[in-house]
């Protein structure tokens, strides 16, 4: 069977002991927690994935605050495999600290910093910078022993396999490694699937599952053939979107990975707890399907 996890950003109404027991219901065994400071003006507001999240640690979490989470782990026979913060390409010092709190967590990977593009500045610039970062990245998950990793993810310079693999190519493949994100690459950064997972190779260190697709927006309605259409993207249900989840899984058993997969359905289709079962039930049938 798959090896399941639960990316915590898609799950913010719950906290973290909820979240734990309906990961245990659900059947999914492992827990990327999601980290960052939760300004106090947010947590006035309606749970959301990016802004009043329940079930996000600070990274500057205390002894209380690590209990919390690492108890409700142990307590649903849970296990963290990543924590994943939203740290800026050159943190030295903040990478350092979250890494110290995964290791108090359990945690094996850390999701770190890549540069976004947004046309202001040029990517071989962006580049040199990520590879700096990254040099002393490789030494803190060296001394860490943890497992730092490169996100593809739309609107940075590692939206597509291979751009993430030119970055982390020069480093050992033990401490840096690529979050794969097919979903993330509808927005950007489309390429065969199993072509990039066979570039990344040793890289391959994780995956995140769920989709995403395009519609094509004209203001009055229709499409004038002589004029561009504008085009714009939005989530879906990991069923329903561009991303031919089987083909992927099967790329993925083709290249050999046996790592685990990581839900963040954003497309709003179903509540939490329902999200965690549909994908555990979905998993589970086309892993199946695939024997």
Not at 12 to 20: A, I, V
Not at 65 to 82: K, M
Not at 103 to 111: E, I, P, T, Y
Not at 117 to 133: G, I, K, V
Request: hydrophobic fraction near 40%.
């Amino acid at each position: 069977m798959p090896k399941l996890s639960i990316f915590t950003v898609a799950a913010p109404d719950l906290t973290p002991e909820e979240l734990c027991q309906a990961a245990a219901d659900a059947g999914i065994a492992g827990l990327e927690w999601r980290c960052k400071d939760t300004p106090a003006e947010l947590l006035a507001e309606q749970p959301s994935f990016w802004g009043h999240n329940r079930c996000t640690i600070s990274p500057n979490a205390g002894e209380a605050e690590i209990g919390r989470f690492s108890r409700a782990a142990r307590e649903h026979d849970r296990r963290t495999i990543a924590v994943t913060p939203y740290l800026s390409c050159g943190d030295v010092e903040g990478t350092e600290q979250v890494m110290r709190l995964a290791k108090r967590l359990g945690a094996s990977m850390v999701r770190v910093g890549v540069p976004g593009y947004d046309r202001s500045t040029p990517y071989n610039e962006l580049f040199a910078q990520a590879t700096r970062y990254l040099q002393e990245v490789e030494r803190l998950a060296i001394e860490y022993g943890l497992k730092a990793l490169v996100e593809t993810h739309h609107a940075t310079i590692a939206p597509s396999a291979s751009l993430a693999h030119r970055l982390v190519s020069p480093f050992h493949p033990d401490a840096v490694g690529v979050l794969y994100d097919p979903g993330n690459m509808v927005h950007e950064g489309f390429e065969n699937y199993r072509m990039g997972m066979e570039l990344l190779g040793p890289y391959l260190a994780h995956v995140h599952v769920k989709n995403a697709g395009w519609r094509s927006v004209s203001p009055d309605g229709t499409a004038n053939h002589l004029e561009p259409v504008e085009w714009k993207s939005a989530w879906a249900p990991i069923a329903n979107g561009v991303v031919p989840w089987k083909q992927v899984l099967r790329d993925l058993k083709a290249v050999g990975y046996d790592g685990w997969f990581g839900v963040e359905d954003f497309s709003g289709t179903f509540d939490t707890r329902a999200i965690l079962r549909t994908y555990a039930e979905q998993m589970n049938r086309w892993m199946e399907e695939m024997q």
